[in-house]
């Protein structure tokens, strides 16, 4: 049976509707599988099941190494931008008190002359170092005609013509964030999470593939499920158990440890493989359409 005339038909001055889907033209949309979503018992930093789970307060819960690894590494790069922060400050405090020298000193030579007569003019080389004191590879000080011949010269290529930027240090931020969710994290914030393992016959944990349940109404927690942990004793529930007994009875189920409404914390789902959390996520891909297509490179958005 032929083919359809209207999909064949390639003389046009305009891409048909089925030409632009074949060429990925425009949104391109696509249904995220289970490989693409990170399951909800796995770190955020290492993406691995958890070793010893830590949430925050926000709900993004990590390996207990792994996040104290973090925070030392954040607490040692801020003592390095203090002490950096520290010399700059130094610098700056040396060389405004040699400004001041040199200003008393112009003041006191202006005195002299003054008061003196004929004394030999200021000049700023008896006082100021110049970086272009020795020049060349054999390290020969230059003449006063060579420094002015460097000093105007258009040879931005030398490395001793090239003008220097000073690089400013601001002082830095001393608190540690948090590297999910990019708040402000302490460690004395963090709190273990426990979660409840499916030990039954028919559903024997392996070693890489454990299942978890609600201790509440025994269901299987999954990514599609909304999880609160308690942030006073750590048991993880649904949040409809959560909403229907420990918000009404202020109590844990588990350990009848009290809580407060203010314990509750909603676990983050796990995210995608783009750099975003939430239903909506939009990314965009280069693509390329081939040289005859006349379209060259063209950025698709993607939905999902």
Known sequence: MPQRHSKNNNDLAFFTYDEK????????????????????????????????PMSCHKGHVFCKECILECLLAQKKDIQRKLAAHAAQQKQEKEEEEEKLMLQ??????????QNHGAVPQYSDRNY????????????????????????????FWLP??????????????????????REKLRLKT??????????????KPKVLDRTYLCPSCKVTLT???????????????????ADRFMAVDKVCLICNKPCKER????????????????????????????SGSGLGLVRPATKT
């Open 21 to 52: 889907r074949k060429l990925g033209y425009g949104t391109q949309k696509e249904r995220l599988g289970k490989d693409s979503i990170k399951p909800f018992d796995a770190c955020c930093l290492c993406l691995k099941p958890f070793i010893d």
């Open 104 to 113: 008393k000193a112009k003041e006191l030579d202006a005195f002299d002359q």
């Open 128 to 155: 100021s170092r110049d970086k272009n004191g020795f020049h060349g590879a054999n390290s020969v000080k230059v003449t006063s005609y060579e420094e002015e011949a460097l000093r105007t010269m258009k040879a």
């Open 160 to 181: 001793s013509a090239t003008p220097e930027a000073a690089v400013k240090v601001d002082a830095p931020d001393t608190s540690t964030i948090c590297p999910e969710g």
């Open 190 to 203: 963090l709190f273990p999470v426990h979660f409840t393992e499916d030990t039954s016959e028919q559903k």
């Open 223 to 241: 990514n599609t499920m909304s999880l609160v942990a308690l942030s006073s004793c750590g048991h993880v529930f649904c949040k409809k158990c």
């Open 263 to 290: 314990n509750l914390v909603n676990l983050e789902k796990g995210g995608t493989g783009f750099a975003g959390h939430g239903d909506h996520l939009e990314a965009t891909d280069f693509k390329h359409l081939g």
